[in-house]
């Protein structure tokens, strides 16, 4: 006899969305060992600068050895367990998401609560936020891990935003009072929305009119806005107007700081993403309301951060030369390897959607369907994964309301992997389409005729 949580479904492993990676994990691609097997493409992890952080620590072995002015700290982290958190990390943390969001956000370390990763800290909020059998809205398409984060052990309802192709998945006022419109026939009490700024799986940071639709609609019906920024580091293209905070947002409204507005907006943070370290399990949330700040930081006594790890990062992160290169650098490094897939797709004929941030791009694949329905986007998703050999995830995965999406990532594979991935969709999409394949023939056939006729002209003598 188990209990609730063991027994129910709701974790979400079943989606497609985590069945691709078991297919990846049964038969991992490798360049000398594995040549057909398939190429993770639906793991949204940064790899691109892991050797600006291995140069550090090589050149910093002082922290890397747990030590400070000579002296070793090793009994002090080992003994150290007050759930508050290292308050040298904390300053740290809050001066890196000030210099992300170009400081025009100043960030308190005492509203800070340090959680493992980003995953516990949209749990832990869900927990001080709203009872089970409550709803929060969420924008489509979404994270499916939010399905596991909100619903498995929260018991929270997930209402969808609605969202469509034709404005680029923007978020509209329609679209937020349909939700609750929903909601309420569902019978559900809204708490809140949830978004994610930049957005995964759009790879797209919203804008001021969107921000300002969800103040409005969080002033009007009095809940809450839980803004998940894991990603606002990542933004590559003009970075210091691209991505607003939703604090920004709220500050340029001139919103008295008495209105209890400011009580109901909370943001989520990570290093997963922004520095490439996941394993370390680095999450946070940031809040102004003392009461949620207070039960978030009881609550992370079940997923603490590590002493010795909040140490690291303070000494790193405390090296403003190195944190401001390393984002500079690391934006580049995106943006080039993101031109690369979209470039690549291009060439097979394959859109994305115009995007500016993210460790992936959304792709459009609605034309390689057999027929404008959910089973046609399974059967092209098993095909690709084992017949194209790549695992990429489904734009059902992520809750989108029109078939034929799917999200590819690009940053945790190396470029000669994205190349081999590239020929292999290039080839499987000429083969669903042999017009187009017939197109580019002649398109090569005309370039070579105009290379033969422009090499005889200059060949021949000129007339005398």
Same mark, same amino acid.
């Given at each position: 006899?188990?209990?609730? @949580?063991? !027994? ?5 492993? #079943? ?14 691609? +490798? ?15 940064? %790899?691109?600068?892991? #050797? ?35 308050? #040298? ?10 210099? =992300? ?6 960030? +308190? ?24 059998? +409550?709803?929060?809205?969420?924008? $489509? ?16 309802? =997930?209402? /969808? ?10 978020? $509209? ?20 929305? *949830? ?9 797209t940071a919203m804008t001021h009119q969107e921000l300002n639709h969800l103040i409005n609609f969080s002033k009007s019906k009095r809940i809450h806005i839980v803004s998940d920024e894991i990603y606002s580091g990542t933004v590559f293209d003009s970075p210091s ?13 001139? =919103? ?21 370290? /996941? ?20 609550? &992370? ?12 990062? !303070? ?74 050999? *790549? ?22 594979? $190396? ?9 292999? =969709?290039?080839?499987?999409? %000429? &083969?669903?389409?042999?017009?187009? *394949? ?5 398109? @090569? ?9 422009? !090499? &005889?002209?200059?060949?021949?003598? /000129?007339?005398?």
């Amino acid at each position: 006899m188990l209990s609730r @949580i063991a !027994s129910c479904d709701s974790h979400g492993q #079943d989606s497609s969305y985590f069945l691709g990676w078991e297919a990846y994990e049964n038969n991992p691609y +490798d360049q000398l060992h594995n040549p057909s097997g398939i190429i993770q493409m639906g793991l949204a992890e940064n %790899q691109l600068s892991f #050797d600006l952080l291995e140069s550090w620590l090589a050149s910093n072995q002082e922290a890397v050895e747990l030590k400070r002015n000579g002296e070793s700290l090793f009994r002090e982290l080992a003994l150290f367990q007050d759930y508050h958190g290292f308050p #040298d990390a904390k300053k740290e943390l809050v001066k890196l998401m000030a210099r =992300i969001r170009g400081n025009k956000v100043k960030f +308190d370390p005492n509203k800070l609560v340090l959680t493992a990763g980003s995953t516990a800290a949209n749990e832990t909020l869900m927990f001080c936020l709203a009872d089970p059998g +409550d709803a929060f809205l969420l924008p $489509t398409p979404y994270y499916p891990g939010f399905d596991r984060d909100l619903k498995w052990r929260p018991g929270i309802e =997930i209402v /969808p935003i609605h969202c469509s192709s034709s404005n680029g998945f923007r978020i $509209t006022i329609s679209a937020l009072e349909n939700a609750y419109q929903q909601a309420q026939t569902l019978n559900l009490k809204v708490k809140g929305v *949830l978004i994610t700024n930049p957005s995964n799986p759009l790879g797209t940071a919203m804008t001021h009119q969107e921000l300002n639709h969800l103040i409005n609609f969080s002033k009007s019906k009095r809940i809450h806005i839980v803004s998940d920024e894991i990603y606002s580091g990542t933004v590559f293209d003009s970075p210091s107007s691209s991505f607003i905070s939703i604090m920004e947002a709220v500050m340029d409204r001139n =919103i008295d700081e008495s209105d209890d507005l400011w009580s109901r907006i909370h943001i989520v943070y990570s290093l997963s993403k922004d520095f490439s370290m /996941p394993g370390f399990r680095v999450g946070m949330i940031y809040s102004n309301n003392e009461r949620v700040v207070s039960a978030a930081t009881k609550m &992370s006594s079940f997923g603490l951060v590590s002493s010795q790890t909040q140490y690291l990062l !303070s000494r790193m992160l405390s090296d403003k030369k190195f944190t401001c290169n390393y984002m500079k650098e690391n934006r580049k490094r995106l943006r080039k390897r993101k031109e690369m897939l979209v470039s690549g797709l291009k060439v097979a004929g394959i859109r994305c959607l115009k995007s500016n941030a993210g460790l992936f791009c959304w792709v459009d694949m609605r034309h390689l369907l057999v027929s404008n329905t959910f089973e046609a986007e399974k059967e092209l998703w098993k095909k690709i994964i084992f017949e194209v050999g *790549l695992n990429i995830s489904p734009g059902s995965s992520c809750h989108c309301n029109e078939p034929g999406w799917f999200r590819i990532c690009f940053a945790n594979i $190396t470029e000669e992997t994205l190349q081999v991935a590239l020929q292999r =969709i290039k080839v499987f999409a %000429q &083969s669903c389409n042999p017009q187009m *394949l017939l197109l580019q023939r002649r398109s @090569i056939i005309r370039k070579w005729i105009s290379k033969l006729s422009s !090499s &005889s002209s200059y060949d021949q003598e /000129p007339d005398r």
